[in-house]
């Protein structure tokens, strides 16, 4: 792991690299009637759909092109919204591979019937592939962490893919160790 931003020589392709500011955005929206489940609060699928149209809208801009969902790594719930809540999406790269990249997503409700500020109601990561007209991965621009905070996110990304390479690792050996001992999943 490295804790230097990377560079275009430091990067798997010749591309420039574009700052994590360049694609940051926030998507804003109002929940209503139509997105409650039976407790009366705003449906979880409707929250995971705002994020990933987010994280859509930031990874088809960094990369400059078309993106798809490759996996949601994590999704917390924190707060239950409500009706009436004005939800606020917002979304960076966190982290860049060769074609793939991170996107970290946090959710904020602002109350209607209060004046206080913003609650924290859900975070999310997930990972998008760049993908041609013929949907085959393209490369993506390396990003460049430009603050702290940024420098800070694209380390803990780069914690969350070796884990998950580990994960994916570690049950491909152990389905093909039962299979080589005769079982069948």
Request: aromatic residues 4%.
């Amino acid at each position: 792991m490295t804790d230097q931003a990377p560079t275009a020589e430091s990067g798997t392709t010749d591309i420039p690299g574009k700052p994590t500011s360049a694609s940051r955005t926030t998507l804003s929206h109002i929940m209503t009637h139509n997105d409650t489940n039976l407790l009366g609060t705003v449906h979880g699928g409707v929250i995971m759909k705002l994020v990933d149209d987010a994280a859509g809208a930031v990874a088809g801009r960094h990369s400059g092109g078309p993106a798809v969902t490759a996996s949601m790594d994590e999704m917390v719930f924190l707060e239950p919204v409500r009706v009436g809540d004005l939800v606020h999406v917002k979304a960076q790269v966190n982290w860049t591979g060769r074609t793939s990249m991170e996107v970290g997503v946090r959710v904020l409700a602002e109350r209607w019937n209060e004046s206080t500020p913003t609650t924290r109601v859900a975070s999310a990561y997930l990972v998008f592939a760049a993908v041609d007209a013929d949907g085959k991965p393209r490369p993506v621009p390396p990003v460049l962490p430009g603050t702290d905070r940024d420098r800070r996110r694209y380390q803990e990304a780069q914690i969350r893919r070796t884990h998950r390479l580990a994960r994916r690792r570690a049950i491909k050996e152990l389905r093909e160790k039962r299979a080589a001992e005769g079982y069948e999943d």
